[in-house]
């Protein structure tokens, strides 16, 4: 008997390990089904509040129009949604690392919220201005990445910050479309209730789906300098720590010069549309479901399918190169199809770099600082919108349009012979 019991031992104890190996073999895989839900609820918490936000876009004008805003007051206006969508990017990171995900995009659901009733009531111009100040704390794209961010794996990241722009184009279509509709057939303020009721239903959707984990005590001992647990949510110190680790400032740097040429163009795009293209308003809006389109395809499908063969540092030095050359066919372009044609390249350098290197921030500091990182990193087209009225309408009155793709140009060429030559440390991946 004692034999018998000795041989059946290691069979039993093989069937133990099997059975303990199978359950943790199940439990991830519950695991990775449980963060894929909680992802598409993002994906879709971020669709509807973007495609809500492009309604808004379409009607304000005309909104601010009907109220006796002159085009100077409308430029003012536009100044203090930049200002404060500036200053809030980098508070509502902090806010995020601070009191978690579920907390952070309820917030910014929520204010929208009484972003909407607000402009649902403007009645009057000081009511009009009233309602740019919950914007402050509305960055549900930043949010999103937050959350994608702590779920997926470092060689996954690129890719599904790439999906979110799948988001934007169908916000950008849907949005811009059903705005135009809603206000031409029921009124200017009908498209605003809508998004009063969706940005509700969206708060709704982030406290009861979105998760709020803890964070593990071991993300708290990854390097002596992660405090953003301590501190205020409004530390201008704690944010600017972040600056200081190696190659985020390198980085942070190429983000915000790569782009802001291009970026003075779309800001007077509405101008030179109309100027320099012969455009009319609904020429101008099949252009921009264009533009819808190509960010769909690009960041849904291209993006995730380059960074599983390139790195990252490849992949940045790529979309500044591209960027380089779409500043030589902006110079040298003179009716709205060459910009169509422009306008790939474009649209891929644009959405390429702008997720490469949000990827490459948010790995190149402590995971307990990733809002605080992706909030500064939201911050730069406010920046670009906030100073870039003013030298964008310089450049187009006395250069003209070819001058921000000379401009363009020039600056992306240093970049990429700066990147060529720099040795930036990154945390390189590959899926």
């Known amino acids: 008997m004692s034999t018998m019991s000795e041989k059946a031992s290691p069979e039993g104890e093989n069937g133990a390990w099997r059975t303990k190996s199978e359950m943790q073999r199940q439990s991830d895989h519950l695991g990775q089904v449980r963060r894929g839900r909680v992802i598409l609820t993002v994906y879709l918490i971020v669709t509807l509040d973007l495609t809500f936000l492009f309604m808004q876009f379409g009607i304000m004008p005309y909104l601010a129009k009907s109220l006796g805003l002159d085009s100077v007051g409308f430029g003012y206006l536009q100044t203090i949604f930049g200002v404060l969508q500036l200053v809030g990017g980098p508070i509502f990171g902090r806010f995020a690392d601070q009191f978690g995900n579920r907390a952070a995009l309820t917030l910014s659901c929520a204010s929208g919220s009484i972003f909407f009733l607000l402009m649902s009531m403007s009645t009057s111009i ?193 979309s500044v190169l591209v960027f380089a050359g779409v500043g030589l066919g902006m110079a040298l372009m003179r009716t709205v199809w060459h910009y169509c044609i422009i306008a790939v390249p474009l649209v891929f350098s644009f959405s390429m770099l702008g997720t490469i290197t949000d990827s490459i921030l948010t790995k190149a500091v402590p995971s307990s600082d990733t809002g605080t990182m992706l909030g500064i990193c939201a911050s730069v087209q406010p920046l670009t919108r906030t100073v870039g009225p003013t030298i964008g309408a310089v450049l187009y009155e006395r250069f003209g349009v070819p001058s921000f793709g000379y401009l363009q140009l020039i600056v992306n060429i240093g970049l990429f012979v700066y990147l060529l030559r720099s040795k930036i440390p990154l945390k390189e991946t590959k899926s």
Not at 194 to 220: C, D, M, Q, R, Y
Not at 222 to 243: A, C, D, K, P, Y
Not at 268 to 284: K, P, Q, T
């Open 126 to 318: 000081p009511v009009l201005f009233l309602s740019r100040l919950p914007t402050v704390f509305m960055h549900g794209l930043p949010g999103a990445q937050k959350v994608i961010t702590d779920l997926t794996a470092p060689s996954q990241r690129a890719a599904a910050l790439g999906r979110l722009g799948l988001c934007f184009g169908v916000g950008i279509i849907i949005g811009s479309a059903v705005g135009g509709i809603l206000s031409t057939k029921f009124g200017i303020f009908v498209p605003l209730y809508f998004g009063l009721v969706g940005s509700l239903i969206n708060t709704v959707i982030a406290v009861l789906w979105i998760p709020s984990p803890a964070k593990p005590k071991s993300e708290h001992r990854e390097t002596e300098h992660s405090t953003s647990q301590s501190g205020s949510v409004f530390s201008i110190r704690e944010i600017l720590r972040l600056m200081k680790f190696p190659g985020v400032m390198e980085i942070f740097l190429v983000k915000v010069l790569s782009g802001f040429p291009l970026g003075l163009f779309l800001i007077m795009f509405s101008i030179i549309s109309m100027d320099f293209f012969g455009l009319e308003a609904v020429e101008s809006g099949y252009l921009m479901s264009y533009f819808g389109v190509l960010q769909m395809v690009v960041q849904g499908l291209v993006i995730g399918k380059l960074t599983s063969y390139c790195t990252e540092q490849t992949l940045l030095r790529l």
